[in-house]
């Protein structure tokens, strides 16, 4: 027996139970609206593969900063580690919510949503970066 859908929040979104449910459940967003133009659905499927590899690109990093930086302070090469494997499961996370919202976009015929996470994860990474370039600078990764 499946409980019910709590519907939408304030905001007219779907509530985050009913978001992840539809994760595992595509057919649910079929039936919403009208099938889309394929191309349409097929770019946003690269989209979210792109994202994947994104996550994948920075839970690797997390591993490499972790296991190629020994001589690094350890407190913060634990904090770097953390935070490219968070940032991984982060992108793995938004690339199959955005691929949902941006179906039912498309599906409904409605403007696809925007999005701030690409604007922090490229600060995010920056920061990160131009940390790594200043402890490089000073010999403390050797």
Do not use: K
């Not at 449910?21 to 595509?26: G, I, Y």
């Amino acid at each position: 027996m499946s409980r019910p859908d709590p519907g939408p929040d304030t905001h007219g979104r779907p509530s985050i139970g009913a978001e992840v449910r539809l994760w595992f459940s595509p057919a649910r967003i079929r039936a919403e609206g009208s099938t889309p133009d394929y191309r349409f659905s097929l770019a946003n499927e690269r989209t979210f593969l792109a994202w994947l590899r994104t996550g994948l690109a920075l839970v690797g990093g997390g591993f490499a900063v972790d296991q190629f930086l020994p001589r690094l302070h350890e407190g913060t090469r634990l904090t770097f580690t953390v935070v490219l494997l968070v940032g991984g499961a982060l992108c793995a996370l938004r690339a199959v919510r955005h691929w949902g919202r941006c179906e039912r976009a498309m599906r409904r015929g409605t403007d696809l949503p925007v999005s701030r996470f690409p604007a922090f994860l490229a600060l995010g990474l920056g920061v990160l970066a131009a940390a790594m370039v200043v402890l490089v600078a000073l010999g403390w990764t050797r």
